[in-house]
């Protein structure tokens, strides 16, 4: 059986996608940029835009009944790889237990004002 999960972001339904996918084992999260749905903007700094992708990917997975400290692996997308570890005390601390397996990859977001996006696996 398999759970969609939504975020209410209009993109899901412009494109076609669920913010996460729920399956028997996993929680599967989309690409999730930092633009907080709160005050529908996009903070400035990759360090903000990161601890604003760890809460959106939190409440996804919170829904589906998992955590960060549940994650096993995730993907970092950076449009400037320079930024990265700008990036680095926020993802040390949001997965200081699950330590995932992870992968950074540089490349051009959806827009100019993304400094990173976050994609993850975890444990149901």
Known sequence: MVKHISSGSPFEEQIGYSRAVVD????????????DYSTMSMPETPLEQTVQCLKNIEQALQEAGSSLDKVVRTTYILPDRNDFEACWPALREAFSIAKPAATMFQAELMDSSMKIEIQVTALK
């Open 24 to 35: 028997d084992m996993y929680v599967h999260v989309a690409g999730t940029t930092g633009y």
